[in-house]
Nanobody
């Protein structure tokens, strides 16, 4: 079991930056693959980025977002630069013990989720 809580969301203008954090507690953080997903109003939840010993990104955020983890602080980070209005969504942190590339990008392989944090990008 692992508990996840996101922070760092907010309102930002297009072209701006935000850094999301996800604090994890419970079982050993290092054993988990960690991911970020997002859900915009009226849309399905979608993959954003994931990290184990390698990082994967959705094409829509590649080159703009950077996922990282601080294992000493049990924290997952998402640095978001060059934000666009279409990045507006609730962002969720998630954890899984799966390590394959296909599974790391799939929403249904993550059993542990945070409550989410709202990111709004104005044009």
């Amino acid at each position: 079991q692992v508990q996840l809580v996101e922070s760092g969301g907010g309102l930002v203008q297009a072209g701006g930056s935000l850094r999301l954090s996800c604090a994890a507690s419970g079982r050993t953080f290092t054993r988990f693959t960690m991911g970020w997903f997002r859900q915009a109003p009226g849309k399905e939840r979608e993959f954003v980025a994931a990290i184990s010993w390698i990082a994967y990104y959705a094409d829509s955020v590649k080159g703009r977002f950077t996922i990282s983890r601080d294992n000493a602080r049990n924290t997952l980070l998402l640095q978001m630069n060059s934000l666009k209005p279409e990045d507006t969504a609730v962002y969720y942190c998630a954890a899984t013990t799966t390590y394959t590339a296909a599974a790391m990008t799939a929403l249904q392989t993550y059993p542990y989720w945070g409550p989410g944090t709202q990111v709004t990008v104005s044009s």
